[in-house]
């Protein structure tokens, strides 16, 4: 597990790989330009084609990229494994069949690399997503966050999500945050751990 060279989503990626597995059902709350989605389907698709990924975003440009990706990346059945939704993830309990839980919540916040950078997501709605994802997931799952500081309202963003995690059970949760401590803007990544 070696950081140096590692971009921040590529660490996320490496802790994923930790949690999730084949056949299992899993979130990406912000599509973009579809890399984590594709990382996850990767991580869950099994020969029988099983996984689940539930990738949403407000953007619909985000959701064309992301399914572009996918059909040049993987074959037409393991395409089918990803369902996108052109939604707020603060209702992301509502795009999953009824009682489904999740092993893996992945956010990647901010706005959309290569896109309009004012359409970005907010401590409000941020928050709410993740009092969501909090009530999905399976025992031992995650919810991922990477969290960029440098656009405005970043700040704001990373102090409601430090609020969020002070309030979790410590019985229940175990969190860790990541931040390379030389380079004041670089991401911080979040991951909280559900431990039963
Ligand atoms: N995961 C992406 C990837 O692999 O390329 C990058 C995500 S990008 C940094 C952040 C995305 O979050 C943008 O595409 C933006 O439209 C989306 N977004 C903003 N607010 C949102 C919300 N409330 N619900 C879902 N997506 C949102």
């Known amino acids: 597990f070696i950081l140096g060279k590692k971009r921040a989503t590529e660490v996320s990626h490496l802790v994923w790989k930790s949690v999730v597995q084949k056949g299992d059902t899993v979130i990406d709350a912000t599509c973009g330009n579809g890399h984590d989605t594709l990382a ?65 919540v992945a956010f990647n916040l901010g706005y959309l690399p290569g896109g309009d950078k004012t359409i970005i997501t907010e401590s409000e709605t941020t928050l709410r997503a993740l009092e969501v994802a909090k009530t999905i997931m399976v025992p031992e799952g995650l ?38 401590v030389d380079r004041s803007w670089s991401p911080i990544l979040i991951f909280l751990f559900k431990k039963c």
């Open 143 to 180: 919810i991922s966050l990477v969290v960029y500081v440098g656009h405005p309202g970043g700040w704001e963003e990373l102090k409601t999500i430090r609020d969020f995690v002070s309030k979790l059970s410590v019985e229940k949760w175990i969190c860790y945050e990541f931040q390379t």
């Open 40 to 104: 996850m389907l990767k991580m869950v698709a099994d020969e029988s084609c099983k996984g689940s990924v539930y990738g949403l975003d407000i953007q619909e440009a985000a959701l064309q990229i992301t399914s572009s990706l996918l059909e040049e990346s993987v074959s037409p059945s393991e395409k089918e494994l990803v369902k996108l939704f052109s939604k707020c993830h603060s209702k992301m309990d509502e795009v999953l069949p009824k009682d489904t839980s999740v092993r893996l």
